[in-house]
C-alpha cells in the first residue's frame, strides 16, 4: 500500500525554496493547508508570512544539513529541490565545476534524506521525501547536470525501495524547463512552476512513486522505457 502524507496541517521542508519552483513548491504547500515550510537558502531573509520559516542550509556542507534536521525535526514532508547548473561539457568544463554540480545535485540531497530519516523514523507518523530531478535524467548531452541528475533518479529509486517499510514514500520529479529566473533567457518551450509545485503535491497526497511533469519529459520517458 502506498504511504501517503497529509499535507493539511503538516509541517515541509523545501531547499532552495526562496525562488523559481522551489517558492512555487512552498506557495501550493501552504495553499494546501501546510502549518509550516522551512524554505531554505545560502543566505537567507525575514518572511512576511508567519508560516514560513526562512533559514540557512548549504546542502554541500553536513553540518548545515544536520543543523537543519535539528531546527526542523518536526517536519514529515522534505523537498530536495536545491540545485546548480554547471560543467556543461565533461572533457572542457573545469572539473571543479563537475564536482560541485555532483556534491549539490546528487550528494547534496542525498545529505538531506540521510540527515531527515532518523527524525522521521523517529516521528513515527507516514511520510514523505521529494527528489527534484530533471528529464535530463535520461537524455544525453547536458555534461554533470545530466549526470548528477542521472544519479538522483537512480538514488531516487533505491531509496523508495529501503524506505517503504519505515513508512516513507520517495517521490521523483522529472521536469524539462521550468519559467525561471534560471532560463529566462533561453527561447525553449517551458512549464508553469505552479503546476508543476501542483502536481508535486498531487503525488505527496497520493503516495504516487514519481511526476513525469510535462510534455517534453513524457516524450523522453516513453522513448527511453519502451
Avoid at 36 to 41: D, I
Avoid at 192 to 198: G, H, I, K
Amino acid at each position: 500500500m502506498a504511504t501517503t502524507t497529509t499535507v493539511s496541517g503538516a509541517t515541509a521542508v523545501v531547499t532552495g525554496g526562496r525562488r523559481g519552483l522551489g517558492k512555487a513548491i512552498v506557495d501550493e504547500l501552504l495553499a494546501r493547508g501546510a502549518a509550516k515550510v522551512y524554505a531554505t537558502s545560502r543566505t537567507p531573509e525575514a518572511s512576511d508570512d508567519a508560516r514560513i520559516a526562512n533559514v540557512a542550509l548549504d546542502v554541500t556542507v553536513e553540518s548545515s544539513v544536520s543543523a537543519l534536521a535539528d531546527t526542523a525535526a518536526d517536519a514529515t514532508i522534505i523537498v530536495n529541490n536545491a540545485g546548480l547548473l554547471a560543467g556543461q561539457s565533461l572533457l572542457r568544463s573545469p572539473i571543479d565545476d563537475i564536482e560541485a554540480t555532483m556534491e549539490t545535485n546528487f550528494f547534496g540531497p542525498l545529505r538531506v534524506t540521510r540527515g531527515f530519516v532518523p527524525k522521521l523514523v523517529a516521528a513515527d507518523e507516514a511520510a514523505t521525501i521529494v527528489n527534484v530531478a530533471s528529464v535530463l535524467a535520461w537524455i544525453p548531452g547536458s555534461g554533470a547536470y545530466g549526470c548528477s541528475k542521472a544519479a538522483l533518479w537512480s538514488a531516487t529509486n533505491s531509496l523508495r525501495l529501503e524506505l517503504e517499510p519505515q513508512n516513507i514514500n520517495v517521490v521523483g520529479v522529472y521536469l524539462g524547463y521550468t519559467d525561471t529566473d534560471m532560463v529566462s533567457g533561453l527561447d525553449v518551450p517551458k512549464n508553469d512552476p505552479a503546476d508543476v509545485a501542483r502536481q508535486i503535491v498531487d503525488a505527496i497526497e497520493a503516495g504516487a512513486p514519481e511526476v513525469i511533469a510535462d510534455d517534453v519529459t513524457r516524450a523522453a520517458r516513453s522513448s527511453v522505457f519502451r
